[in-house]
């Protein structure tokens, strides 16, 4: 073990110009003998153990230290700070019980929650939940929002870091969003030791329960007993070499770069590529907007140009045509693609035996032929095409092609097919929700909600407060009859 003292960190980092889980993260973890950490909720905590260096940081005789906010609402909140503990200790355990549950029915967070569980139960994670008094003061909700932690060594040195970093299971995120931290360390002395004292006192102060500002919960004694029972006859060094094969499995659909900002796999999307391998590498992905379904549909186009696969991707609009073909760019760097754009607005692919030649079988190409979903249901294009099992089908915005006019396509054979929707069944239309799930055979589980994507820090935490209005006769009349126009409208597209 290497004193912190050792290393020459930066003052901060950022994704542009560093690599901020091998230049600070994981060095740190790997030489410390503790790891003081405020998050966000719960399930986050999965999120910030660096898995790389977790044996070297346990045989240190490290120790974790979390605080986190309970994924509550203000009502919920405002009931913990009235005063009344056995409602506050109800609350609690039926939000801790409710993530636990979600954690261990997802298919792609199952194994790194039961190696939570362990080290929780042998003493290596200490957790303790902090509910903000004033629960809607954005200075006070702003700290369980910030990334702020404390890492010390065994020679009293000790190294604070505050920023956007954002974590994920599978290392720190490389997902082209811009992050940063600011570090600071106790052995520089001056304002740097000043402002890592600071960090780790305003730590100490809140987990000792010193603060004015908040209430601080144990995890609840059913709780604690439910992960004993989940860390039961669990070798936590054989759970941790799983979870650390799982996460080199997620690079083989992604190719190798250097490159700081190169993105990675989400569980999630992980999970759901090899589920959908496993069912014929058909399926629709029903993921929730924002959750990187387009990415995920490139790592499956990816794997198919490498098996020398014809790849066609469908689009509802003439906007998306461009956008796909920069994605596509920016994702696969190691192979050379050629692309044919189909839309009213090109003519190059109506010419005769182009469409042909390029969705034809071991032509030695990387094609991609990207379509809108009207093109491609005309009869130019479906006979100029080369159908057969050689062929990738992917539908962008899949719900879009269940019109009676689009659906034509579905009659065109592929040998693999991916649809992606954050909402895949049409509302009002059965036949045409129907015709997708039979071409595609049906979604792929599991299905990533908003409730996942919210929980798992991938879209903004938020709630619904919806309000109920009553519309007199008049109005209800005339929003049935918008009603029915839009019904027929939206059945057209």
Same mark, same amino acid.
């Given at each position: 073990?290497?004193?912190?003292?050792?290393?020459?960190? !930066?003052?901060?980092?950022?994704?542009?110009?560093? #690599?901020?889980?091998?230049?600070?993260?994981?060095?740190?973890?790997?030489? /410390?003998?503790?790891?003081?950490?405020?998050?966000?909720?719960?399930?986050?905590?999965?999120?910030?153990?660096?898995? %790389? =260096?977790?044996?070297?940081?346990?045989?240190?005789?490290?120790?974790?230290?979390?605080?986190?906010?309970?994924?509550?609402?203000?009502?919920? =909140?405002?009931?913990?700070?009235?005063?009344?503990?056995?409602?506050?200790?109800?609350?609690?355990?039926?939000?801790?019980?409710?993530?636990?549950? *979600?954690?261990?029915?997802?298919?792609?967070? &199952?194994?790194?929650?039961?190696?939570?569980?362990?080290?929780?139960?042998?003493?290596?994670?200490?957790?303790?939940?902090?509910?903000?008094? &004033?629960?809607?003061?954005?200075?006070? *909700?702003?700290?369980?929002?910030? !990334?702020?932690?404390?890492?010390?060594?065994?020679?009293? #040195?000790?190294?604070?870091?505050?920023?956007?970093?954002? &974590?994920?299971?599978?290392?720190?995120?490389?997902?082209?969003?811009?992050?940063?931290?600011?570090?600071?360390?106790?052995?520089? $002395?001056?304002?740097?030791?000043?402002?890592?004292?600071?960090? /780790?006192?305003?730590?100490?102060?809140?987990?000792?329960?010193?603060?004015?500002?908040?209430?601080?919960?144990?995890?609840?004694?059913?709780?604690?007993?439910?992960?004993?029972?989940?860390?039961?006859?669990?070798? +936590?060094? %054989?759970?941790?070499?799983?979870?650390?094969?799982?996460?080199?499995?997620?690079? !083989?659909?992604?190719?190798?770069?250097?490159?700081?900002?190169? *993105?990675?796999?989400?569980?999630?999307?992980?999970?759901?590529?090899?589920?959908?391998?496993?069912?014929?590498?058909?399926?629709?992905?029903?993921?929730?907007?924002?959750?990187?379904?387009?990415?995920?549909?490139?790592?499956?186009?990816?794997?198919?140009?490498?098996?020398?696969?014809?790849?066609?991707?469908?689009?509802?609009?003439?906007?998306?045509?461009?956008? +796909?073909?920069?994605?596509?760019?920016?994702?696969?760097?190691?192979?050379?693609?050629?692309?044919?754009?189909?839309?009213?607005?090109?003519?190059? +692919? *109506?010419?005769?035996?182009?469409?042909?030649?390029?969705?034809?079988?071991?032509?030695?190409? #990387?094609?991609?032929?990207? /379509?809108?979903?009207?093109?491609?249901?005309?009869?130019?294009?479906?006979?100029?095409?080369?159908?057969?099992?050689?062929?990738?089908?992917?539908?962008?915005?899949?719900?879009?092609? $269940?019109?009676?006019?689009?659906?034509?396509?579905?009659?065109?054979?592929?040998?693999?097919?991916?649809?992606?929707?954050?909402?895949?069944?049409?509302?009002?239309?059965?036949?045409?929700?129907?015709?997708?799930?039979?071409?595609?055979?049906?979604?792929?589980?599991?299905?990533?909600?908003?409730?996942?994507?919210?929980? %798992?820090?991938?879209?903004?935490?938020?709630?619904?407060?919806? !309000?109920?209005?009553?519309?007199?006769?008049?109005?209800?009349?005339?929003?049935?009859?918008?009603?029915?126009?839009? #019904?027929?409208?939206?059945?057209?597209?």
């Amino acid at each position: 073990m290497v004193a912190l003292s050792d290393f020459e960190f !930066k003052s901060s980092y950022n994704k542009i110009d560093h #690599n901020i889980a091998d230049e600070f993260y994981l060095p740190c973890m790997r030489n /410390a003998i503790q790891y003081d950490r405020i998050t966000g909720y719960f399930s986050s905590s999965i999120y910030i153990i660096a898995w %790389d =260096a977790l044996k070297e940081f346990i045989n240190n005789q490290g120790k974790i230290r979390i605080l986190c906010s309970p994924f509550i609402s203000e009502d919920d =909140a405002r009931a913990l700070t009235s005063g009344n503990q056995a409602k506050s200790d109800q609350i609690i355990k039926q939000t801790m019980i409710d993530e636990l549950q *979600r954690m261990l029915d997802s298919a792609y967070l &199952e194994k790194p929650s039961r190696l939570l569980a362990c080290l929780i139960s042998n003493g290596t994670i200490s957790i303790k939940l902090a509910v903000p008094i &004033e629960y809607s003061h954005p200075v006070i *909700r702003q700290l369980f929002h910030d !990334k702020v932690g404390v890492f010390f060594d065994d020679q009293g #040195n000790k190294v604070g870091f505050r920023g956007s970093l954002n &974590e994920t299971y599978s290392g720190l995120s490389n997902d082209g969003n811009i992050e940063s931290v600011d570090v600071f360390q106790s052995w520089d $002395g001056g304002k740097e030791a000043v402002r890592a004292d600071e960090v /780790a006192d305003l730590f100490e102060r809140i987990w000792s329960g010193k603060t004015t500002t908040t209430l601080l919960y144990e995890l609840p004694p059913s709780i604690r007993e439910h992960l004993n029972y989940m860390a039961k006859d669990v070798i +936590w060094r %054989d759970l941790l070499d799983e979870v650390k094969q799982e996460i080199k499995k997620c690079n !083989k659909w992604l190719p190798k770069s250097n490159d700081r900002k190169k *993105r990675v796999l989400r569980l999630h999307q992980f999970a759901a590529l090899e589920a959908w391998v496993a069912n014929g590498r058909c399926g629709i992905f029903e993921h929730a907007t924002g959750s990187g379904k387009t990415f995920t549909a490139i790592c499956a186009i990816r794997d198919a140009l490498i098996r020398e696969k014809s790849v066609i991707v469908l689009v509802p609009s003439v906007g998306l045509l461009e956008q +796909w073909k920069i994605e596509i760019k920016k994702i696969i760097t190691d192979i050379k693609v050629d692309y044919l754009i189909c839309s009213s607005g090109y003519s190059n +692919w *109506r010419k005769s035996g182009v469409l042909n030649v390029w969705t034809a079988p071991g032509t030695n190409r #990387n094609t991609i032929v990207v /379509a809108t979903m009207d093109t491609a249901a005309g009869e130019t294009f479906m006979k100029g095409i080369t159908q057969g099992d050689h062929l990738l089908v992917v539908v962008d915005e899949v719900h879009r092609i $269940g019109s009676v006019r689009r659906a034509r396509f579905l009659t065109v054979k592929a040998g693999e097919k991916l649809g992606l929707s954050a909402t895949p069944i049409r509302y009002g239309d059965p036949k045409g929700t129907a015709a997708i799930m039979n071409y595609f055979g049906g979604v792929v589980k599991p299905v990533y909600s908003l409730k996942d994507a919210i929980h %798992d820090g991938v879209l903004t935490k938020y709630f619904y407060y919806p !309000k109920l209005i009553h519309l007199s006769q008049l109005e209800q009349d005339e929003w049935n009859n918008l009603t029915k126009q839009i #019904n027929r409208l939206y059945a057209q597209l």
